[in-house]
């Protein structure tokens, strides 16, 4: 089973977004057993597309495409493919009906352009969409014309928005190729995610106990991310869970406290359904993660119950107003200290009622740094039910990665503490 | 000039990462005038990622691959690579000793894994890498057994982790490339970004005005993103720049106070930008958008100046103390409402005593709606030196969509009010 990718737009390649339809695209496929061989881009350039298309009809079962649906002069995938493959165009009726329902609800006229989203190539199969106007099309090539012996290929087209391809392949692309692929097989792929640790000694220290796995066929992937490393186990066919399971154990065993969790679980996740089952709440003082720390937690569903307040207190005033740090701390050790670290969270802590606090006080860079405390230097604070902690810590990185980094050993010193898994 | 992206990474089709390197090295080139026209993902198989560079070098003059070149054991680009173009492999003294030298700083032994990172195929351009162990690698492939008529190609192999691929890119490649490659041409593309308006309607304004322009070569792309509309002019060759300045001017009229920036300027750094000008100050009172704001906003360089606090009050027991919102308040309007949201602003404007402050209340979803308010509501509130505004909108996203498209509309509205561009 051969499943390729196509995603198209010229902002792509001229590097104006991010193509997070890959990701999120080859996960899908991934769970459903399909893993994705080729991901290719083009631009919205009628040669590039056409070439990108027909190559991948030449070797793969499934090919979906993404952009190239919408009502703008760019967007030329449905026009293309329907002439590769020699199908009219042809008007659906429900299209046009829908597309003026959905005008109709945000009361305003329906935009002229939107017309040729009204066409569908013959034979196509269409699926609704439930958040815009592009629709999806599904076809089956058959027999396909660019492969040895014409086997058939599923040829499907999604809209470029994620808010509108997430749902549609969920609801629409998932149900059929459960009823037209043949099934994949067992394949099985858990990730184990481990911080503060690096990768090349992850490897290190699990590699070699996994090599007679690995004769076996698992499959082992290292991914190194701010203040993370993922260990990816994988296998396919009748024994793949039993390999993975020994293997996970084994990885488990060999990095002990570093691993925090499994599969998409980040450390904010873990931390609010931590919180969450123990009926505990977190307050968190921010300076120079500005906010990220906060940010990262709630975009956990249901952080509401366990984040009682954020402050982001940049300036000297802020921490003296909102947190009670002393105005002698912040004379006496400057606002990027122990001390200053300390007194944030305590602070936090006292003023929400919360029973954890964490605060984060450091240099972001690219300016602010010295001899002493150079850029990236971070004192992370955690007070609670304990003496508070602080650690000092350095991560010499770009001013986001410094963020994201920061944030991460946050959450680590406030799981390790919860956990009962001290460093 | 033909360029394309080679993207190695098995983790890359699962789908447990994103790809971050497409964008980022797509804009690169185009900076330096060199277009990407295709980017390639596969996994890490010895199989796949040998297809993929030799279909690029049949086609391309400059490939790039990355990824696949560090220490663990599914790194195999540059043996692949060196074993596709029949070069032996060396040991570079040099590349042994830097990576001696990189744990000696970090008082750690010498992974037995980094040795496969000091090899260097016959006849290549070693890059130090400045922020990690994996050198980078630049072969010129003369004659190019791959290419009709043995035309030569470059073959560039760059390090998987970010942070030490950029800065390896500028300061090694980008030399390179000026050094060995032909001079692109004049290639201009600017790109218009506007707020508060669909991506059809925008081409309907703009589309029919600049059909002359494209006819003599203009290219236009639409983009959307949560909450902003992207509009990306191009054009190549002598007549480059009057094109895409006189469509610059047309877009910018059609559009009106739609527009906020160019290029790459986002909300929040025309909001940091703007008040640093004005030596103005910003508080932000956060609850549905959880920090959100206050993050943006402090991934801008020197934020600091400008952000005095955020507040991110969750809970109304938070909204009480913090914010001075009035018990009375709450329980007759609700959390999610115009009066909140005014006394939310009005309470951080006054204790932080900034120029500006935003407040954000919603239902960020997918739990908490009602029939009344829907989750997706939100209610967006502004003080200043001025009668306090709220504005009333309908985010019907998901959770991470809600807060980015909630966050850009509190800048907006802050943007319009001090720009004198009121809707």
């Known amino acids: 089973m051969v499943v390729e990718l196509i995603n198209t737009g010229s902002e792509l390649m001229l590097g104006r ?33 056409r070439e990108a298309v027909r190559e991948a009809l030449s070797r793969a079962d499934l090919i ?15 026009e293309l493919i329907a002439r590769l493959l020699g199908k009219a165009l042809r008007q659906d009726p429900a299209l046009v009906a829908h597309i003026a329902h959905f005008f109709e609800l945000r009361k305003r006229p329906v935009p002229e352009r939107t017309r040729a989203e009204t066409l569908v190539p013959e034979g196509a199969i269409v699926f609704a969409n439930a958040y815009g106007t592009a629709a999806g099309l599904a076809m089956e090539v058959r027999p396909n014309p660019f492969r040895p012996e014409g086997k058939l290929s599923w040829l499907i087209m999604l809209p470029g928005p994620p808010r509108e391809l997430r749902p549609m392949f969920t609801d629409s692309v998932v149900p059929l190729l459960r009823r037209v692929l043949p099934h994949p097989g067992l394949f099985v792929c858990h990730t184990i995610r481990a911080t503060g640790i690096g990768e090349s000694i992850v490897e290190e220290r699990v590699g070699r106990s996994l090599q007679d796995l690995t004769r076996a066929g698992l499959e082992i992937g290292y991914c190194a991310r701010p203040g993370q490393v993922d260990v990816r186990l994988a296998a396919r066919g009748p024994d793949a869970e039993r390999l993975v399971g020994e293997a996970e154990e084994i990885v488990r065993q060999r990095l002990g406290s570093h691993v925090f969790g499994r599969e998409d679980e980040d450390l904010e996740g873990l931390i609010v359904r931590l919180l969450t089952e123990r009926k505990e709440t977190l307050a968190v003082a921010e300076s120079c993660t500005g906010g990220c720390l906060s940010h990262r937690l709630t975009n956990v569903p249901g952080a509401s119950a366990v984040l009682l307040a954020g402050f982001v207190t940049y300036s000297n005033q802020a921490k003296r107003k909102f947190l009670g740090v002393a ?5 006496q050790h400057g606002a990027v200290s122990e001390a200053v670290a300390r007194e944030m969270a305590e602070g936090a802590r006292k003023e929400t009622g919360a029973n954890y606090a964490l605060s984060i006080t450091g240099i972001a860079g690219p300016g602010g740094g010295t001899l002493e405390k150079p850029a990236g230097t971070v004192f992370i604070g955690l007070a609670g039910p304990f003496q508070t902690v602080v650690r000092r810590n350095f991560n010499p990185w770009d001013r986001e990665t410094f963020k994201q980094v920061a944030a991460q050993q946050a959450m680590d010193l406030l799981r390790r503490k919860i956990a009962g898994k001290d460093e």
Chains 1, 2 share one sequence.
Not at 20 to 35: E, I, K, P
Not at 64 to 71: A, D, N, Q, S, V
Not at 327 to 331: D, M, Q
Request: with cysteine; charged share 15%.
């Open 327 to 331: 105005a002698g701390t912040l004379a």
């Open 64 to 78: 979906i495409t993404t952009g190239g649906l919408g009502p703008t002069s760019d967007d030329m995938t449905r």
């Open 17 to 49: 977004v991010l193509n997070t339809h890959q990701q999120w695209l080859c996960r899908q496929l991934a769970d459903l057993g399909f893993v994705v061989s080729r991901q290719v881009a083009v631009a919205d350039a009628g040669n590039d597309i």
